[in-house]
Each structure stands twice: as C-alpha cells, then as structure tokens.
C-alpha cells in the first residue's frame, strides 16, 4: 500500500490517527524536552515547526497511543499531562494593531475558558501571568507553553515602522511573562523564522536557549538523505519510473532540487520537507516551497541596501549576525539567511566567518525568477518566456537578436537609479546570465570597473566584456589583452569575442560589436 503523505497536514495526532507519514524525530523531543527548560528555534517556513510544536504538545498531554512504535515509546517511562497553552501566530494577516490584539485576545479567552480570568488583569501580559498562575495551580503540574511563529506580526509589519513598535511593545509584554512566571512553567519553546534581537521583544527573555544553530538539533526540522533512504526507498525507484530516469539520476535531481540546507557549521544536508513529500505524493519534480510564496520585502531590503547580487553566493559573515535581526537597521544577509534563501556553505574557523550560498536549485532558480521583473523591465509572467528566447537566440548564434532583447530588459531605467546605474545594470546582467545559466553554460565574473562574461552552447562559445561609458572596440580589446578567449583556441566550436559598451546616457546597452576567435 503506498504512503499517504502529509501535504499541509500539521497536527501530530492526525498525522498519527489517520497513518500518514511521519519521520521519527522523537528522540530528538525527548531530549529537548529532558535536558532543557526554555527554547528558541528558528527555521525557515515550511520545514516543520508547526508540526514539532505539535507533536510537543501531544508528548506532554501525555497521548502515549500517539507514540506507539515510535522512539519515545521506549524513551519516556514516566506519561505525565501538563497544562499546555498553545499560542499559533501563523492564521492571521498582521496589517492594523487590531489583528494582534484579536488574535491574543481570542486565545485568552478560550485559555481562561479553562482556567478562570480575574477582573484586575487588565492588558494582555496580565492576563497571560495569570492564566500561567491558575493552571499550575488547578492542575498541580507546571504549565508547558508553546508558541508558533512568533514573529509572524513583525515580519508582516516590516516597513510599517509605527505599527512594527506597536507590535514590539505588545509582544513585549505578552512573551516577558514566559520569564516572570518560571516557578510555574514546564517547558517552553517559540518557533518562528527571525530572532528579533537587540529589541524589546527579546529583552525580557535572555533565558531562551537558541538552538537555531545547535548541532544537537540540526536535523530537527527537515529531513536528511539517510532518513529517505531508510523510510523512502520504495518511493524513489517508483519516483525513478514516473519521471523516466534512473534510480541514481532521480536520486540525484532530489539532492540538486531540495537538499543543502545546513543550520550548524557541521551537519549533514537537509532537505526541504515540504518540496520531498510533494515531489513523492505528485511523483514529479516541481518548485513546491517556492510556489507558496516570497516576501516582497526582500527584494525591497537588497534594493535599499544597493546590494549587489554577484556577492549573493560568496558572502561571508558571523554567526551573532545570522541569528540576528534588528528591525530599526534591517540588513538583507540574515534575513535571507533565517528566511531559507541562503543557507551555510562553509566555515572558517581561523576567523569565525560562515560562508553563505543558495541551498539548492529551487531556491536558487526560484529567487532568481522571482527578481527578474523587480529589476528589469519584463512582465513577471513572461520571464520564464523571455529566458527561453535569450537561450535559444544563443544556441542557434543569433547574437544581435540576443542584445536586441537584452536592451528591452534596460529599457525605462528610472532617473533616480543614475547615481547607482552601474550597480543596477550589473545586477540585470547577473539576473539574466544566471536564468539562461541554468539551460546553458555561463560563467559570469565581476571587478571593479569590468563585468567578464562566458557562455557556451554545444555549437558556439562567447566570450563577451561589458564596459559603462567605454566603447564596444575597447570591450573588444580587453578581451585581447587579457586573454579571455585563450582556453577555446583549440575548441571545435564557433568562438566569439563580443564587446559591449553601457551607455550612462542612454541608460541602456548603447553599442555591441562581434568577432569571430580565427
């Protein structure tokens, strides 16, 4: 009988009840919940932690059926029921102070439903203490707190600066208890995308252990090869027959597509949990977690930031500023960091610096896509079109067609970008050449004052040198005299040098010249 796999399916006790899928992380949550008392846990969206909140909940309302045959059936001797007080901030849209408020006053109410409110617990901090206080005391045991997504308002609230301090002052309040009422508190864990540092949010709760990072829980969230191989085996020989390769190639496409992810310095690759199952229960290949949505607002931050995206997959940085983000100075590398757009590639003890890259090529080809009409002047749904164009103009040597096109991509460049135009015309070119690189070959290199291009097709080679307010002939010279063409002298293929001049004028590709290599 095949699987049933969980798609969108939250809730451990449904997961179980109805025998879906379900990786075995229980080992894992019984150490966290054994060893520790209060937890921080980022992750990017779609890899778990609702699920994790879930089964936590389950493990300390004492559903021992729930975990038959599972690790913890074996792990856990002493089946005690805690009060547990669930707070999931990810049902709602945070856009007026309202929607906030709302959502923490129906949760209250229900919470007091069980435990009884008192008249003098007047703001929403209050009332949390005091709900806190009555359960301990009405139950006997220590209270277990679990609140999902916490930072759901703020990320919604970025770029509203007076409704984000709103929310920080609430949320202050409101998550400050979760210290204040230790004597009464089991066990405690806030999930969500950011950590807010450095901010009131966070201030209250310097007891938090963060194990965004922790060796010990790096796979966690998430699911890692050996994990498929051992509960999924039959699955990929069947994916392998449905998409026409072979066990290896299939394999292979599933670790390019969804594997890469690494939240500690040393960790096997995780793959993304939502785009696996999908890709198992449709039996295809497809873009799954990206299909689910990306902020607008990081594109917003590497504008802002005038961020050049060649760095994108060669940025260096220290662990306290990835597991940081401080609203008032919001930076675009720990945000697409924490957000699941760049992942940890490498470490350098010697200096204490994390190489950051893309995780994998859904999220690579994804962004890219999700760029393109952000910076350039192309209709969002035609991009994919447009790259289709751009690769076949390359592979059948139309060249002029190929900048004809590209020109469009410039056209309409707004006055306001002049002082950056270099900038703005370099991250166009990075977009483009990157998409088309994933159809053909291309090598793409920037410098100071010179961008280098190299794309190759199985008939044809071009070598080609951009200059900003230079001429084509002194793009055609640089190539020369640096020898950029000298690795395809002895190849088969039609070799071209093309030089390419950006006018400043013109905010646009002004002149491009073509010489075949003899």
């Not at 001797?77 to 906030?100: F, I, M, R, S």
Request: with cysteine; hydrophobic share 40%.
């Amino acid at each position: 009988m095949s699987k049933k796999f969980p798609i969108g399916i939250q809730s451990f006790e449904e997961i179980r009840a109805n025998d879906f899928f379900y990786i075995d992380k229980t080992d894992l949550i019984h150490q966290l919940a054994t060893r520790g008392k209060y937890y921080f846990l980022g992750r990017p969206r779609r890899f778990g932690k609702s699920l994790l909140v879930s089964t936590l909940e389950a493990y300390f309302q004492g559903k021992k059926e729930l975990f038959k045959g599972l690790a913890m059936e074996q792990l856990e001797q002493d089946w005690k029921e805690y009060p547990v007080l669930h707070l999931d901030l990810n049902t709602q849209k945070y856009d007026t102070p309202e929607a906030l408020y709302n959502i923490l006053n129906t949760t209250l109410c229900h919470w007091e439903k069980l435990y009884g409110a008192n008249p003098s617990e007047t703001d929403e901090g209050l009332r949390f203490g005091g709900i806190i206080r009555r359960a301990c005391a009405a139950t006997g045991r220590q209270v277990v707190i679990l609140i999902d997504e916490y930072d759901k308002p703020l990320l919604q609230a970025i770029g509203n600066e007076a409704l984000a301090a709103e929310y920080r002052s609430t949320l202050k309040a409101f998550y400050g208890v979760v210290k204040s009422c230790d004597p009464y508190i089991r066990f405690a864990l806030l999930t969500g995308v950011s950590k807010f540092s450095k901010v009131s949010v966070f201030s209250d709760l310097n007891n938090l252990l963060d194990i965004s990072m922790d060796r010990r829980y790096a796979t966690l969230c998430g699911i890692t090869e050996e994990e498929i191989h051992r509960t999924l085996e039959p699955e990929l020989h069947q994916l392998a027959d449905a998409t026409g390769l072979t066990y290896e190639e299939a394999c292979q496409k599933l670790r390019e597509r969804y594997d890469g992810y690494h939240f500690c310095r040393v960790s096997p690759g995780i793959y993304n949990p939502f785009s696996l199952l999908c890709t198992f229960d449709k039996m295809e290949f497809g873009s799954y977690w990206f299909e689910t949505g990306t902020p607008t607002f990081l594109v917003e931050l590497l504008k802002r930031d005038r961020y050049n995206l060649y760095q994108m997959a060669h940025e260096q940085t220290t662990a306290d500023v990835l597991n940081s983000v401080v609203p008032e100075a919001l930076s675009s590398i720990p945000v697409l960091y924490q957000a699941g757009y760049l992942t940890l590639k490498g470490y350098d003890s010697r200096f204490e610096l994390y190489q950051l890259g893309f995780p994998n090529k859904e999220v690579e080809e994804g962004f890219i896509n999700f760029l393109l009409p952000s910076y350039a002047k192309v209709n969002p749904a035609e991009g994919r079109f447009q790259i289709s164009r751009f690769v076949q103009e390359v592979e059948a040597g139309d060249i002029d067609a190929f900048f004809r096109r590209l020109q469009s991509f410039f056209a309409d460049t707004p006055y306001e970008l002049a002082r950056d135009l270099e900038l703005h015309y370099q991250n166009i070119l990075y977009i483009v050449f990157k998409l088309i690189g994933f159809y053909v070959q291309a090598e793409y290199h920037t410098s100071e004052g010179r961008i280098d291009l190299v794309l190759q097709t199985d008939r044809y080679v071009y070598v080609m040198e951009f200059k900003l307010d230079g001429t084509a002939e002194e793009a055609l010279q640089q190539i020369e005299d640096k020898r950029y063409a000298l690795p395809f002298a002895t190849d088969k293929r039609q070799v071209f040098r093309v030089g390419v001049n950006f006018s400043n004028r013109m905010r646009n590709i002004e002149r491009w010249l073509v010489q075949e290599l003899q």
